[in-house]
Nanobody
């Protein structure tokens, strides 16, 4: 059974950086598209971005130029490097996985597996 485990969350000042990691176990990492989502207090969960099986990335507009998603197939790990953090980036961040497929990588309904989430708090 596929399981995901995020790590790396914490408290950071505005303008700072943080890197989240997510390890996949119980499956063949290289065949999964991997994504990051987040849920801010009182808000719906939203996409941050994704890296599909072949390394192509996609980001939502609000994080372009600040966040970078990468994957290391040898380590079964996907990363979310976050720079120039803003208070509005405060949220619980989730990683998600789906078997390789064509389709919108930002659509959370297409992801079968989810991590438990890690809190990121950006202070002003």
């Amino acid at each position: 059974q596929v399981q995901l485990a995020e790590s790396g969350g914490g408290l950071v000042q505005a303008g700072g950086s943080l890197t989240l990691s997510c390890i996949l176990s119980g499956g063949t990492f290289s065949i999964y598209d991997m994504a990051w989502f987040r849920r801010a207090p009182g808000e719906e969960r939203e996409s941050v971005g994704a890296v599909v099986w072949n390394g192509v990335t996609a980001y939502v507009e609000s994080v372009k130029g600040r966040f970078t998603i990468s994957r290391d197939n040898a380590k079964n790990t996907v990363y979310l490097q976050m720079n120039s953090l803003k208070p509005e980036d405060t949220a619980v961040y989730y990683c998600a996985a789906r078997p390789v497929r064509v389709g919108n990588p930002h659509n959370e309904k297409t992801y079968a597996y989810w991590g438990q989430g890690t809190q990121v708090t950006v202070s002003s």
